[in-house]
């Protein structure tokens, strides 16, 4: 499996931004697709993960009420729309793939195996 990341950029606090992930590649045993992110110095950290056959999605506590999951399996694709951005949500973003979904481990890193090139969000104060 391939993953791609786009729409990264600079915007200003309050602001928003869409990310895309583009998935190919054998897909057939994706059971979901996650955003994580990364700022310099710190560990990568769970964003948020939808399910790809069924429509549960799961967030972080830092972005709940202010990012959106969502996927279109047609174009192979997943978006995470942000509003409301803080500087503190500036990172690299990265999308992946996790083969053996279980929601109990949603959040952890290694449950995920494919990983995309990762997409910098910086946020202005």
């Known amino acids: 499996v391939q993953l791609q990341a786009f729409g990264g950029g600079l915007v200003q606090a309050g602001g928003s931004l869409s990310l895309s992930c583009v998935v190919s590649?054998?897909?057939?045993?994706?059971?979901?697709v996650g955003w994580f992110r990364q700022a310099p110095g710190k560990e990568r950290a769970f964003v948020a993960s939808v399910t790809w056959s069924g429509d549960s999605t799961y967030y972080g506590d830092s972005v709940k009420g202010r990012f959106t999951i969502s996927k279109d399996k047609t174009k192979n694709t997943v978006w995470l729309q942000m509003n409301s951005l803080k500087p503190e949500d500036s990172a690299v973003y990265f999308c992946a793939v996790d083969r053996n979904f279980n929601r109990f481990t949603v959040t952890f890193v290694r449950s995920y195996d494919s990983w995309g090139q990762g997409t910098q969000v910086t946020v202005s104060s």
């Open positions: 590649g054998r897909m057939f045993s994706m059971s979901a």
